[in-house]
């Protein structure tokens, strides 16, 4: 059985920086790609970043300088690295694993960024 479960959310400040983990069990995650999508308050879930087996990384271009997606496939967990984190970034961040066209979701972690 496929789990993941994101942790590392909060209530953070304008300017401030979060770090997500996103840690799998019942699967080894070195060779699925992984990724974050999130969903504002009253929105659709919208991608945010994307990592293939190999490394390599896509991002939203509202993200784009300012998130930082990672993998340390020897604790089987993926990583969102936020900072200078906007209002318009609260929302509700989803981790994800894509494995043979077949895709895994973790239950959520709430960020919310106000002053």
């Known amino acids: 059985q496929v789990q993941l479960v994101e942790s590392g959310g909060g209530l953070v400040q304008p300017g401030g920086s979060l770090r997500l983990s996103c840690a799998a069990s019942?699967?080894?995650?070195?060779?699925?790609?992984m990724g974050w999508y999130r969903q504002p308050p009253g929105k659709q879930r919208e991608l945010v970043a994307a990592?293939?087996?190999?490394?390599?990384?896509d991002y939203a271009d509202s993200v784009k300088g300012r998130f930082a997606i990672s993998r340390d496939n020897a604790k089987n967990t993926a990583y969102l690295q936020m900072n200078s984190l906007k209002p318009e970034d609260t929302a509700v961040y989803y981790c994800?694993?894509?494995?043979?066209?077949?895709?895994?979701w973790g239950q959520g972690t709430q960020v919310t960024v106000s002053s």
């Open positions: 990592i293939t087996s190999g490394g390599s990384t």
């Open positions: 019942g699967i080894g995650v070195s060779v699925y790609a």
């Open positions: 994800y694993l894509t494995r043979i066209g077949r895709r895994y």
